[in-house]
């Protein structure tokens, strides 16, 4: 039996000064063991970023401490209920960006695209002069996505500013920037005003804030998330399903990893074609020496490490 709300998943991301990065990694992690906490945090110079789980009575400790630290006095968390731990471990991790960006140059704390909440952006996105852009993975956007919205086929954010040319016919737009939680939308909305971009927005708190303002209205498909959710429903308003199983082609909003550990690509595909391949994206990963035994989701972790 399950009992959603036994846990919490808290996603964050601050973008602030942290000079004693290293020492700083240290006792956090010592605090969050601690506490009891799982996930995975990333801290450097420039801010912090996680996805933990915990009991609520954890996760409010957390929140609390976290807050009353003037460094991270802005700080917001978006909060979900989940029937389990959604991490089997923690980690917290020294890195020279919060997100990999390689975005040498680009300083949020300094400046970045306007925020826009939920209602503004659903005010502004169908506008003529205005472009909306998924900044996120291409696994990600085949799952779901907002209407209308621009993706750039990325395999990781990396290849971000290689995309420029495909977006220099917006220029003259209102540029609205989206991705999960908004953590790189903070740099791919700086980057686009360094190159020149006038006019730049960006939804604060990604597509988690603004479903839990708005109710996701005109999000299609499903949210891919990084931990042992994998996907996350986002519309309540008007859902739809936009991804197909790779070998059937029925609409389903179900992505694995491939069971070949070697190979691990991600993929979409719906239960018993999943049953059929036993978890492999292909014939010749059903055949490969690293291929997994099939749990059944697709989704696979180490075990726990205490
Ligand atoms: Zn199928
Ligand atoms: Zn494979």
Redesign the pocket.
Known sequence: MTNKGTYWVLAFYYYTPIFDAEDFVVQHLSYCKQIGLRGRIYIAREGINGTISGTPQQCNIYMDDLKSDPRFEGISFKIDEFDHQAFNRLHVRLKNEIVHSGLKNVNPIRRTGKHLHGEEFQKLKDREDVVVIDVRSNYETRLGKFKNAITLDLETFREFPGKLPELEQYRDKKVITYCTGGIKCEKASAYLLEQGFKDVYQLYDGIIGYAKETGGKDFDGVLYVFDGRVTVPINEVNPTVISL??????P?ARNLNCANVDCNEQFV??????VEMEGCCSDDCMKAPGKREYNGTGFYTRPPVN
């Open positions: 199983c790779k070998k059937c082609e029925t389903v595909m719906c239960e018993s074609c999943s």
